[in-house]
Structures are given as structure tokens and as C-alpha cells.
């Protein structure tokens, strides 16, 4: 294994944050892991856990610190001890009342893990680990809530690790793989914060077009108003890609302009041939992903579909891309 690729793996994860750094620690640990589990916050929550491994006996909690918000390693330390300890609480069924810890049912557990199987060891997987003043306090956090809990679905003598961005690059391998699914994943967390500070002008045809499919789409203005905001904010991602494309590298920020020219040229021609245009916006985003994903989907495939519907209200706003209100008889 290279070096080099472990140190960038490393610097990677580091620099991810909230579901991207989730999302990332997933995707490696299920390429190692066979029975590796995701475990989704839907219906009624995760009940506290990321992931389970070893038929449940393993548990993974996953915590990407958000760079900004904590300006100094103490505040850091008490984030990650604050989350994981909260965590453990509801591994636990616990919660505090008048800071003394009682009972509190986590009804979701029996849920998700296996029947009749307690966790054995608890993962804790960070995006920083630049200090090991978190170890104590999450450890001690855990016999404590062993020791006052029923432990209906976690052993007494259950383990707990925390793992960091160096840990986890030295586990298991790095490959090329690897390092472009972060580098993409880098790439789409800049570009999605960039997307936030981004203000869409002259929005008026855009308007105007949205406005008119209310008329021309009788009864469904909830979903046109949904449609709305969606793509507004696709089109603020893809004019925060352009930013990022032309602030550091100019010649896929080339390449992108010419899909966009390929992207203008093949829905003008879809838009014209339709006696109902609008229902053709799903159509359209097709044709404008495929144009994408056919330059771009190695460095940021994980975002074709939102930079193809970006693309497409970049049109509807800028361009003659649209439909107009039938005639009056």
C-alpha cells in the first residue's frame, strides 16, 4: 500500500464533514465488511446507531465534526465526547432526569437488531481524533451506563473504540478506487456550501415560466412550488461547480461549456418538437446528465443528477427553454 495514498486517504476524511464524512466511513467499511449494515433514520430513527456488523454484534456510530463550527481542540473534544456519550445513552435505553440517569425505551432497537442478539463492541468513528482527551470521558461514560442500564440489547461488558482519519486509512487498503471516491466527495462538499452563499439573479423568465405552469398544470401547485425550490437549488450547485471548475481547474471548467452547449442545443430541439413542453422537463434533465456524466462522472458522478437538473433551470432562467401560456379563444 502507498504511503502517499494512505496520507491523502487520511487528509480526505479529515476534511469531510456531517453525511459525507458518514457516507464515506459507509462505503469503506462495507468494501472490507461483508455483512456490513447501514442503518437509516427512517420511519422512527436509528435508535443511536450508524451501522451494525457481525450479525449485530458489532455497533458503528459515525460523527463528521463540522470544521467551522468548533474553532478551538477543546470545543472539539467536548462536541465529540457530548455526541458519542449521547449515543451510548440511547444504546443504553437511558436518559437523564434531574442529572440522575433513568430508564427510557429506544422501542426502534428491537427493530433493527438481529432477535435475541446484545452488541458486543461500539464503534466510535470521527473525523477528527487530534487529542485523546475524548477516550476517558466516553469511556468512563459507557461503564457507567452499563452499570445503570437493563441492558436489554447491549452486554455489560460491551467494548468501545474510538477510530479517527488516520486509524481508519491504516485499517484496510487504499486504492485508486478509494482515493477518487473522496476526492469526489471533497469536490461535492465544497461545491455544496459554495451553493449557499450563492444568490440566483435576474431570476424573471424563471418566474415567469414556473408562475405559468401553475396555470398550465391546473391543481397541482404544491408540487409545482416543490419543483421550484428543487431546482433552484440544483441551479445554485451548478453555478457553484462553475466557480469551483474556473477557480482551480480551467480546463474542466472548458469542457463544461461545451457540454453546456451540447446540453442547450439537444433540449431547445426537445422542447421545440413538443406540443406540451413542460412535460418534458424530466426528459430534459435526462439528456443533461448523460451530456455530464459522459465528461465528468469520474470526478463527480455522485452529483450528475443534481448538476443535470441545475443545468436544466440554468435554461428555463436564462434561456429560451420553456412554454407559454395557450392562447385566449
Avoid at 153 to 162: G, I, L, N
Avoid at 286 to 312: C, H, N
Wanted: glycine fraction near 6%; proline fraction near 3%.
Amino acid at each position: 500500500m502507498s504511503d502517499s495514498l494512505v496520507f491523502e486517504y487520511e487528509q480526505s476524511l479529515a476534511a469531510l464533514s456531517g453525511d459525507a464524512f458518514q457516507d464515506e466511513v459507509t462505503a469503506r467499511l462495507q468494501a472490507f465488511i461483508n455483512d456490513f449494515q447501514p442503518v437509516p433514520a427512517t420511519p422512527q430513527g436509528d435508535a443511536g446507531l450508524d451501522a451494525l456488523s457481525y450479525r449485530g454484534k458489532h455497533a458503528h456510530c459515525c460523527y463528521g465534526l463540522e470544521h467551522d463550527k468548533f474553532k478551538t481542540n477543546q470545543k472539539r473534544e467536548s462536541a465529540i465526547i457530548e455526541k458519542f456519550k449521547s449515543d451510548l445513552r440511547r444504546i443504553f435505553e437511558l436518559e437523564f432526569d434531574n442529572k440522575k440517569l433513568k430508564h427510557s425505551d429506544n422501542p426502534e432497537m428491537a427493530t433493527i437488531l438481529p432477535k435475541g442478539q446484545k452488541i458486543k463492541h461500539i464503534q466510535m468513528l470521527t473525523n477528527w481524533f487530534g487529542s485523546h482527551r475524548i477516550l476517558g470521558p466516553i469511556t468512563t461514560a459507557l461503564v457507567k451506563y452499563a452499570a445503570a442500564s437493563k441492558c436489554r440489547y447491549v452486554e455489560k461488558t460491551a467494548s468501545v473504540v474510538v477510530l479517527g482519519p488516520r486509524e481508519l486509512a491504516n485499517r484496510y487498503a487504499v486504492d485508486e478506487v478509494t482515493i477518487a471516491r473522496s476526492r469526489q466527495r471533497i469536490l461535492i462538499e465544497k461545491v455544496e456550501e459554495k451553493a449557499k452563499s450563492i444568490t440566483l439573479t435576474s431570476t424573471e423568465k424563471f418566474d415567469k415560466k414556473m408562475d405559468d405552469l401553475k396555470d398550465l398544470v391546473g391543481g397541482s401547485e404544491i408540487a409545482i412550488n416543490a419543483l421550484r425550490k428543487e431546482l433552484q437549488l440544483s441551479w445554485r450547485k451548478s453555478l457553484a461547480l462553475e466557480q469551483e471548475l474556473n477557480d482551480t481547474l480551467p480546463n474542466m471548467h472548458r469542457e463544461l461549456e461545451t457540454n453546456r452547449s451540447q446540453i442547450l442545443t439537444r433540449v431547445s430541439m426537445l422542447m421545440i418538437a413538443s406540443d406540451e413542453p413542460w412535460k418534458e422537463l424530466g426528459h430534459a434533465t435526462e439528456i443533461a446528465s448523460t451530456i455530464l456524466r459522459k465528461t465528468f462522472d469520474k470526478q463527480f458522478g455522485m452529483m450528475i443528477e443534481d448538476l443535470g437538473s441545475g443545468e436544466i433551470a440554468r435554461l428555463i432562467g436564462e434561456c429560451p427553454v420553456g412554454w407559454e401560456k395557450p392562447n385566449s379563444i
